[in-house]
């Protein structure tokens, strides 16, 4: 195949906006927070806390490592993590749970680009597919994409790979909407441009080597992105 063909090959390939459904629409960070504060009540526990414990792990392994930095034991590690659990499904069943009108117009535009929409997420069978039905996930064009069923706080580098393979998109010509350093480090590895949308626990991260680092989603164009016409070290 020559260069011409071949690139005319690679304009074909699909292309997917893939985003953290977990933090972007869940808000499962926010919800953990607020659950954890409400356990550990007699603990002034604040956003510092969460991010120097919590970003990097599971439920279970993070209530131990909570415990250990904060010097308080509020009970057995699985227990306590249960506790966090059923807080989270709480949370997930309440209603409260919305895909916002901005991260709505980020996905019109790339539907109107013809590429796929992807969300990432690690929640449990059970709630996510309850979640699909009631934000009717499937009319607004989002795929999920369940790269754990632990709860796990990000998708690793593995994750992202797994995703393009499986769905057959060309990672480098797709684009992805994290929200921490781990996520944003992950698909980048995966060769996924990346822009980062931080939350109040990780807006202090380095982001070093993603797109752009955004303060909110309000004005969006994605079009600036896709052509990459923004570098942001």
């Known amino acids: ?83 966090l659990v059923s807080g989270i499904k709480m949370h997930l069943e309440s209603g409260n749970v ?17 590429m796929k929409v992807i969300g990432m997420t690690a929640l449990p069978p059970q709630a996510r597919d309850a979640l699909a039905d009631r934000l009717d996930l499937s009319g607004l064009g989002i795929e999920l994409y369940p790269f754990s069923k632990e709860l796990d706080p990000f998708p690793k580098a593995d994750a992202w790979l797994r995703m393009t393979k499986e769905l057959e998109v060309h990672a480098s010509s797709c684009l992805s909407l994290t929200t921490s350093a781990q996520s944003c480090r992950s698909s980048i590895t995966a060769d996924i441009p990346t822009i980062v949308f931080p939350d109040a626990f990780t807006t202090f991260q380095d982001f070093g080597g993603a797109l752009d680092v955004l303060e909110g989603l309000e004005n969006v164009k994605l079009e600036s992105y896709l052509n990459h016409e923004i570098t942001v070290s």
């Open 98 to 114: 919305q895909v916002s009108d901005a991260l709505r117009d980020v996905i019109v535009q790339a539907r109107e680009r013809d």
């Open 1 to 83: 195949m020559n260069e011409k063909a071949d690139s005319a090959a690679e304009n074909t390939q699909t292309t997917a906006f893939i985003f953290e459904f977990d933090h972007l629409v869940a808000t499962i960070r926010d919800a953990s927070f607020e659950v954890l504060q409400s356990i550990f009540d007699d603990v002034d526990l604040t956003p510092i806390h969460y991010s120097r414990f919590c970003l990097t792990n599971g439920p279970h392994k993070t209530i131990d490592i909570l415990q250990t930095g904060l010097g308080v034991k509020k009970g057995q590690p699985k227990k306590v993590s249960e506790e």
